[in-house]
């Protein structure tokens, strides 16, 4: 008696370029290391897709670009997702985790001008040149220390921003290196934006394959694309974020690094106009990376960052 094939896993993806783009290398990945399964992509719309005529803090859904898959995979329609790890809440739905953590691309933030200011960087652009980025994060970071820049909300994706900054609606992007390599449009990049000007989003760089926790099959599959540096820093990052009660529109970011098995993390909490930054760093075993993340938020709190933290709640909710 022949036996009959193992079933096809069935990769859910939203639709957009950069995030097909991520979905095929992991099911390319996924192929090489098992040439005898099956891997299908499903696409999907979130809301953080359709909803593009508003600013993205306002909508106020931590799931915005995840919950319609997160239903697809409780229902089994799909397997698993492949998320930018920093559109990923630090909370999932019961029954669902965070099954593979892939290796980082470069987490820095990214300045991308209009062709007329060729060659300039963020600190000699002129005074007012209009700056667009749709995150608190990079808003809040960039204006402490830009002040004289003006700075305004761009939606879309990608090759959208890209349009409107060509056609002069803007003088200069905030975007992610990440997202820009993956794309192919590395040449696009005019300054990878330095760690003490503006610490990088939460996860950025590496992708986060979110599962049915109690599918051990696919979870065996998936420990094939995990890469435990970069998994050990972005725990230790998420669980900094999960303490801060902090979705991925607060200003809150960070930088990691690990060294000889010491991992050192560095935090910032934001006021929305710039004026307060409370920052602090911890270092300890990489083995303890989640401990590292909740040490920091504490000395943070200490410091007042759960005060700014409530203050933007509050203006973002009247606005």
């Not at 099911?27 to 979130?46: C, N, Y």
């Not at 990923?88 to 991308?112: F, H, K, M, Q």
């Not at 060509?166 to 696009?188: C, P, Q, T």
């Amino acid at each position: 008696m022949v036996a009959s094939p193992p079933r096809p896993i069935r990769i859910g993806s939203r639709k957009s370029q950069l995030a097909l783009v991520q979905t095929h290398w992991v099911q390319a990945q996924l192929q090489k290391a098992f040439p005898d399964r099956s891997f299908e992509v499903h696409t999907m719309s979130t809301q953080g897709d359709k909803i593009l005529d508003v600013a993205l803090a306002k909508i106020g859904d931590k799931g915005l670009f995840t919950k319609e898959l997160e239903v697809g995979m409780l229902s089994g329609d799909i397997d698993f997702a492949v998320h930018s790890l920093k559109d990923l809440p630090t909370n999932l739905p019961e029954g669902l985790i965070l099954g593979c953590v892939t290796e980082r691309e470069d987490p820095a933030d990214a300045l991308v001008l209009h062709s007329k200011h060729a060659g300039k960087q963020l600190d000699s652009l002129p005074d007012g040149a209009v700056i667009g980025t749709s995150s608190l994060r990079r808003l809040a970071q960039l204006r402490h220390h830009f002040p004289q820049l003006t700075f305004k909300d761009v939606r879309g994706n990608l090759n959208t921003r890209l349009s409107k900054l060509d056609a002069g609606e803007y003088d200069a992007l905030i975007l992610a290196v990440a997202g820009l390599r993956r794309l192919g449009m590395g040449d696009r990049i005019d300054q990878a934006i330095p760690t003490h000007i503006s610490l990088h989003a939460v996860g950025q760089g590496a992708l986060g394959i979110e599962c049915r926790a109690d599918d051990a099959e696919v979870l065996h599959l998936l420990k094939a694309l995990e890469h435990p540096p970069t998994a050990s820093r972005c725990y230790a990052e998420r669980a900094f974020l999960r303490s801060l009660e902090g979705g991925c529109q607060v200003p809150i970011g960070v930088t990691t690094t690990i060294e000889e098995g010491t991992l050192t993390l560095a935090g910032v909490v934001a006021s929305l106009d710039g004026q307060t930054l409370v920052q602090g760093t911890v270092s300890g075993s990489a083995d303890a990376a989640e401990q590292l993340g909740l040490d920091l938020a504490d000395q943070l709190k200490a410091q007042g960052a759960q005060a700014i933290l409530n203050d933007i709640f509050v203006t973002i909710q009247r606005s």
